[in-house]
């Protein structure tokens, strides 16, 4: 197996180290050697796509477990919700009985009102 020395190519380490027209090339051939890597170019998305893209990572549910909340949830709020509902008309509907046969029956005699 080779080792590093004999694979380590010290002009593409001078190429792309400084300002670009200040480079020491170790030879007169300029030719000779290959020319720096290039770095690739990282694109950064602008700052409204950016924004848009995190807001979206937390309000969307990411996996199975993430959606299987993010559905079931809203489902069972909606249910309680329409048990408080239930619940007042219920509530209400009783009220409403009791004071109807309040009302209907005329008062005994020897009792309160």
């Known amino acids: ?18 300002n670009l027209g200040e480079h020491f090339i170790y030879h007169k051939e300029a ?12 694109v950064r998305p602008s700052a409204m796509k950016a924004r848009w893209m995190k807001l979206k990572r937390k309000i969307v549910p990411s996996g199975s477990v993430g959606s299987a909340f993010g559905f079931s949830l809203p489902v069972i709020g909606c249910g309680i919700l329409g048990m408080f509902v239930w619940q007042s008309f ?24």
């Open 1 to 18: 197996m080779a080792s590093w020395k004999h694979t380590f190519k010290a002009h593409r380490i001078a190429a792309n180290a400084g």
């Open 31 to 42: 030719q000779s050697f290959p020319t720096a890597l290039e770095r690739p170019a990282t």
């Open 90 to 113: 219920s509530e209400s509907n009783r009220a409403m009985q009791f004071a109807v046969e309040r009302t209907s029956d005329p008062p005994r005699k020897g009792t309160a009102v």
